[in-house]
């Protein structure tokens, strides 16, 4: 089973950690189980009203801002297949408790666009780490607890190892999930392969026409698979996938997946990044890594990644039947997660 484990952080994080770590980035006092809402209590937030866009990078990036502008930034930053709606309901929370918010379409969904039809429509994870730093620097950010599920998660881990100036603190859903393609190339067993189905979907073309014909079906049966009990509504659903219809949403998706397994180039200009990545760099900032209890995504054990956080460490199973969509699943344990870490010396 442990080899199983193992298997699912690295396909998952596509890095090369090895099977050899420990807890020991667990602080002593700090573990512990959160409790979620109520299934009935769990809110589902309206939708997140979009700023003006802003330049940034390869980028016009269209993202939501709540809280006062003077508040500490806390930068949000949602998955595939999602979209700034996993947290209708965490960023008004933080907005309300004085903090700066700033929830980005990641390249490929809602309003963000290219700023120029040259640019390689790159799904590689050091592109989007890059679009954060470029956001925030459009901003004028200077630093930020960065927080995120699944893409967003992989995204803010990137940031907290490559540019820990930029990152007060961490809040990522299932962990340590930076990555390399070398890791993605390797074999895994069969039970675990199987739970990658769509990955090898998307590596043929009739998984490209298949995703781009069906977006909305494939896309709400994600949120079945990744979420058993979470009983969303249509409308909650079909709220974020308006986001899908981006122009370069298709080409952003099949190229990630790909990208992965060493099926699709990235660019030279990310080289750097991804040699670094490659070498599983150890996170330094104040984290608090979250699991839901009912995740029906491959995700590892907390174990084999919680050595990779060498600052303040702490895991927080959330129970409840919660799922991938951590953040909008279960919004308190959410917010209270990045309200701690802020509050962290």
Not at 200 to 223: C, N, P
Not at 245 to 265: F, Q
């Amino acid at each position: 089973m442990e080899n199983v484990e193992f298997a699912n952080l690295t396909r998952r994080s596509l890095g090369g950690v090895a099977l050899g770590l420990s807890a020991a980035g667990f602080l002593g006092g700090r573990t512990g189980t959160a409790q979620a809402e109520e299934p009935a209590a769990r809110a589902q937030g309206a939708a997140l009203e979009v700023n003006e866009p802003i330049d940034a990078g390869d980028l016009r990036v269209a993202y939501a801002s709540l809280g006062p502008s003077s508040g500490h930034p806390v930068l949000l930053l949602h998955g595939w297949p999602y979209d700034i709606n996993s947290f209708a309901a965490v960023a008004p929370m933080l907005a309300a408790q004085g903090y700066r918010v700033i929830v980005p379409f990641l390249r490929g969904y809602g309003a963000t666009t290219f700023l120029s039809p040259r640019t390689k429509r790159n799904g590689q994870q050091a592109a989007f780490a890059v679009d954060t730093i470029k956001l925030m620097d459009a901003l004028k950010i200077e630093k930020a607890t960065i927080a995120g599920f699944d893409w967003g998660a992989r995204t803010a881990c990137i940031v907290a190892a490559l540019w820990p100036e930029r990152c007060k603190a961490l809040v990522s859903v299932s962990g340590y999930l930076v990555g390399s393609q070398s890791a993605g190339r390797a074999p895994l067993p069969p039970s675990v392969e199987l739970q990658w189905w769509y990955q090898y979907y998307f590596a043929t073309e009739r998984g490209r026409q298949g995703y781009e014909k069906y977006t909305s079906d494939f896309s709400k049966l994600i949120w079945r698979l990744a979420s058993p009990r979470w009983n969303f509504d249509d409308a909650t659903f079909d709220r974020s996938a308006t986001s899908f219809a981006n122009p370069d949403h298709v080409e952003i998706v099949m190229h990630n997946y790909r990208w992965r397994l060493g099926l699709a180039p990235g660019e030279k200009r990310f080289d750097k990044f991804e040699a670094e990545l490659a070498k599983a760099p150890d996170i330094q900032v104040p984290t608090i890594t979250l699991e839901g209890d009912a995740n029906g995504a491959p995700h590892p054990d907390p174990k084999a990644y919680a050595g990779k956080f060498k600052g303040l460490y702490e895991h927080r199973l959330v129970s409840g039947g919660i799922g991938h969509n951590l953040p909008q699943e279960a919004p308190d344990a959410f917010t209270k997660a990045i309200v701690d870490t802020h509050s962290w010396k």
